[in-house]
C-alpha cells in the first residue's frame, strides 16, 4: 500500500480481517454452526469476539518480557525455554501470547532487525535495531499475518544490502523500483489456509488446503 506505514498496515489486516470473518458469520452461520458443534464448541463465539474487539498490540519487547516471565515458573512446560531479544519466536510462544496472555488477536510488532528481511524498514528510534515489522496472532492458530513497513530509500537499502552481503547485481530489477521513483509503503500477507482453519476450528492445516501437496503427488 502506497503512503502507508506499518501502524497503516496493522489497522488494514485487522479491518480485512474483521470484515471477513462477520460477512462468514452473516452469510453462513449454518456452516459455522456445524463445525461448533463438531469441530470446536467455542467456535462461534471466538469469531464473534474477533469481530467485535479491538486487537492488541504489543511490541516485541514487550512481548519477550510476557515470555520470560510466564517461563521462568516452570521452564520444563515448553520445548522452547530459551527466549531474548533476537529469539524467532516459536509456534508455541505465539499461542501462548493469542490464547493466554492476551487472551485475543494480537499484532506484536517491532522485530529485530536480525532476524527480519533486508528490504525491511528501519527503526530510527532504536538506531536500527528493530525494523517496522508486525505478525498478527490468533488463538488456536498462532501466527497468521505477516507484513513490514519496506525500506523505500535507496542509500539505506545499499548499505544494508553490504551489511548482509548481499550483491546489488543480484537485486538490479529491485533496486530499479527505488531508484526511479518509490514512497513509503507497507504491506502484508496472509495465510489463506491458517485462516480457513481459524475460521472452521479445523486442526490439521492439512485438511484445510484445496490442492494439497505431498511427497509424489506434485504433478505440475
Known amino acids: 500500500m502506497a503512503f ?73 512446560k515448553w520445548q522452547f525455554p530459551e527466549v531474548e531479544f533476537g529469539t524467532d519466536l516459536a509456534t508455541e510462544h505465539e499461542r501462548w501470547l493469542a490464547e493466554t496472555k492476551f487472551n485475543s488477536a494480537v499484532f506484536v510488532y517491532d522485530y529485530p532487525a536480525a532476524i527480519k528481511a533486508f528490504y525491511m524498514r528501519d527503526n530510527a528510534e532504536d538506531g536500527g535495531e528493530t525494523v517496522s515489522a508486525m505478525d498478527l496472532l490468533v488463538p488456536g492458530v498462532g501466527e497468521l499475518v505477516g507484513g513490514s513497513q519496506r525500506e523505500e530509500r535507496l542509500d539505506v537499502l545499499l548499505q544494508k544490502m553490504a551489511k548482509n552481503d548481499l550483491d546489488p547485481e543480484d537485486y538490479w530489477w529491485y533496486l530499479d523500483l527505488r531508484r526511479f521513483g518509490s514512497v513509503p509503503h507497507a504491506g502484508y500477507g496472509l495465510g489463506f ?21 505431498y511427497p509424489g503427488s506434485a504433478e505440475f
Open 4 to 76: 502507508a506505514d506499518l501502524a497503516a498496515a496493522m489497522d488494514n489486516a485487522e479491518g480485512m480481517l474483521k470484515h471477513a470473518v462477520a460477512h462468514i458469520l452473516a452469510h453462513r452461520r449454518e456452516d459455522l454452526d456445524f463445525f461448533n458443534k463438531f469441530y470446536d464448541k467455542g467456535l462461534v463465539a471466538r469469531l464473534s469476539k474477533l469481530v467485535e474487539t479491538p486487537f492488541v498490540r504489543c511490541s516485541y519487547r514487550d512481548a519477550v518480557a510476557y515470555l520470560q516471565e510466564e517461563i521462568a515458573k516452570d521452564p520444563s
Open 193 to 213: 489456509e491458517r485462516l480457513v482453519c481459524y475460521v472452521t476450528g479445523i486442526e490439521n492445516i492439512r485438511e484445510a488446503i484445496a490442492f494439497p501437496r
